[in-house]
């Protein structure tokens, strides 16, 4: 079940860097991409960057709404992601061809996909030459979502089964999945 998660915590869900799908909406369309170059950069109010890369079809949406979500991804939707990271909207609706369930968000008017295990909803934090110059885009996380049965004591748990591990994309559609859990010493 998807459960609000505190946004002070909001960046736990893509410290471990995995792949993510990126959802848009404007002009009467929604569309989802792949992108694995995210990271959280501030922790309260929570930040996060990503990279949309010019000429997507997400870049022209979150272009004209200023709005996107980072929806963490898990295993059994492999496929799929590498499909949504290789496709564009442009050409079809990747929610019907992918078989992709949209669930609304809170905040944003970009759809959280179901069956991942994490959503942020996001606003864009504009700086213009930034986006323009490194197709990097900052934003405020606003809401932040995390599916409970792989969430255990303020983290991460994935020991009830590998399905719902999130995965980390190496190239060429190679990935890992997030894998053991170590915990280090105080120094
Ligand atoms: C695993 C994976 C990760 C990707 N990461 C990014 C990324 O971080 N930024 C980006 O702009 N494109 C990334 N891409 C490429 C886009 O997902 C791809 O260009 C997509 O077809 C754009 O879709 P759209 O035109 O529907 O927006 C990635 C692709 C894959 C397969």
Known sequence: MRVPLELRRAYKLLNHGPTTLVTSAAKGRTNVMAAAWTMPIDFDPPKVSVVIAEGTFTRELVDASGEFTLCVPARAQLDLVYAAGTDSGRD????????????????????????????????????????????????????????????????????????????????????????ERLQARKP
């Open 92 to 179: 079809e609706d990747k929610w019907a061809a992918l078989g992709l369930k949209a669930a609304p968000a809170s905040r944003v008017k970009a759809p959280l996909v179901e069956g991942c295990v994490g959503w942020l909803e996001c606003r864009v934090l504009p700086e213009p030459d930034v986006q323009r110059k490194y197709d990097l885009f900052i934003a405020e996380v606003v809401a932040a979502w995390v599916e409970d049965s792989v969430w255990k004591d303020g983290g991460w748990d994935f020991s009830a089964g590998d399905d719902s591990r999130p995965i980390h994309h190496l190239a060429g559609g190679v990935f890992f999945a997030t894998g």
